[in-house]
T-cell receptor, first 113, second 115 residues
Framework: DAKTTQPPSMDCAEGRAANLPCNHS???????VYWYRQIHSQGPQYIIH???NNETNEMASLIITEDRKSSTLILPHATLRDTAVYYC??????????????FGTGTLLAVQP | DAGVTQSPTHLIKTRGQQVTLRCSPK?????VSWYQQALGQGPQFIFQ???????QRGNFPDRFSGHQFPNYSSELNVNALLLGDSALYLC??????????????FGPGTRLTVL
């Protein structure tokens, strides 16, 4: 079973920041938080991951709470092309022995014009 | 830099037939994982191949089998197809290493329809 809880859907106005929450209250100390998104009928796209520090790349920012029990993915200026299902996944990173991804149902983000 | 590629894009089979799906990993990657995604659900892990051997397996029957070749490409075989095998089959590649976060990158998928 997935170790994360996400709202099933969210709306966001085009040009505004989209903040997608994820709860992972049972996360272990050696588990990372990963975010992927999937645009309709395409393969999931890697967005970002982090362990305990906040992370930023060209696509998004990841804010992890100090107790690591929840996180927020931030898309700073959402566009219509950001409409997708966003998956939050926790997993151990240990050189690959246990690196399967366990997907939940994700959050369907609808960016409105 | 070539990403993950999969073939074919779409496939239609009938119940009882066998199917082979193919995946070429991202350049520089050595590990291939396969996932099944039924309509409206998140992807489910089938198995993973590393050094030409199955290293992990999800909760899928033996009808699902795979292979990895010396060039790291991989095949997924499904025998005795059932209607419930209709799904999007996804391949993901990664690089295993002691200090590298082995992020998985997905291909576009193969849409299998079983009639």
């Amino acid at each position: 079973d997935a170790k994360t809880t996400q709202p099933p859907s969210m709306d966001c106005a085009e040009g505004r920041a989209a903040n997608l929450p994820c709860n992972h209250s049972t996360i272990s100390g050696n588990e990372y938080v990963y975010w992927y998104r999937q645009i309709h009928s395409q393969g999931p796209q890697y967005i970002i991951h982090g362990l305990k520090n906040n992370e930023t790349n060209e696509m998004a920012s990841l804010i992890i709470t100090e107790d690591r029990k929840s996180s927020t993915l931030i898309l700073p200026h959402a566009t219509l092309r950001d409409t997708a299902v966003y998956y939050c996944i926790v997993r151990v990173v240990d050189g690959g022995a246990t690196n399967k991804l366990i997907f939940g149902t994700g959050t369907l983000l609808a960016v409105q014009p | 830099d070539a990403g993950v590629t999969q073939s074919p894009t779409h496939l239609i089979k009938t119940r009882g037939q066998q199917v082979t799906l193919r995946c070429s990993p991202k350049s520089g990657h050595d590990t291939v994982s396969w996932y099944q995604q039924a309509l409206g659900q998140g992807p489910q892990f089938i198995f993973q191949y590393y050094e030409e051997e199955e290293r992990q397996r999800g909760n899928f029957p033996d009808r699902f089998s795979g292979h990895q070749f010396p060039n790291y490409s991989s095949e997924l075989n499904v025998n005795a197809l059932l209607l419930g095998d209709s799904a999007l089959y996804l391949c993901a590649s990664s690089l295993v290493g002691e200090t590298r976060a082995d992020t998985q990158y997905f291909g576009p998928g193969t849409r299998l329809t079983v009639l």
